[in-house]
């Protein structure tokens, strides 16, 4: 299955139901694949939600997030600090590399410079590049 942490942008963009981004949010309530959290990433998460929309939806879309059997869990014991141009993003790199993710799923260029790295590998890309992967995933499936 394929493993994924999901950028904060990328995570508000899909909650909308007019969303053309809202098949990554049913894809993690459908277990299509496993989302990759922290607890600083799942704080973001509500903060953010909070912010935007009101503390019920904060409340109700991260406590489903804890409950999810295609959720986990990760502790990354190191700090890489790779992200310059915004260090509170070094927590979504961070759990990419202890988790070995699949991807890291971001429009936020302060990522971009990752993409030349050879180590650790950090594999970011854009929800459309994660849409190509996770159909690519479902035809090796079949």
């Known amino acids: ?21 809202r098949w990554l949010y049913d894809g ?6 496993t989302v990759l959290l922290t607890n600083s990433i799942l704080n973001e998460y509500h903060e953010v939600l909070q ?13 489903l997030l804890c409950v999810l059997p295609t959720v986990e869990f ?5 700090a890489w ?7 509170d993003d070094n927590k979504f790199v961070d759990c990419a590399v202890a988790a070995g993710a699949h991807a890291l799923v ?9 993409k030349a790295l050879d180590f650790p590998p950090v594999p970011v890309m854009s ?13 090796l499936e079949q």
């Not at 912010?51 to 406590?63: E, I, L, M, P, Y």
């Not at 600090?81 to 260090?87: I, R, S």
């Open 106 to 114: 971001t429009h936020d260029n302060h990522f971009t410079p990752l």
């Open 28 to 33: 993690i309530l459908n277990s299509s694949y």
């Open 127 to 139: 929800i459309e590049e994660f849409y190509h992967l996770l159909q690519q995933a479902m035809t």
């Open 74 to 78: 990760i502790t990354p014991y190191f």
């Open 1 to 21: 299955m394929i493993r994924a942490v999901i950028d904060t942008n990328i995570l508000i963009a899909s909650l909308g139901k007019r969303s053309p981004y």
């Open 51 to 63: 912010f935007r929309t009101s503390n019920a939806v904060a409340d109700n879309v991260c406590n």
């Open 81 to 87: 600090n790779l992200v310059e141009a915004d260090a």
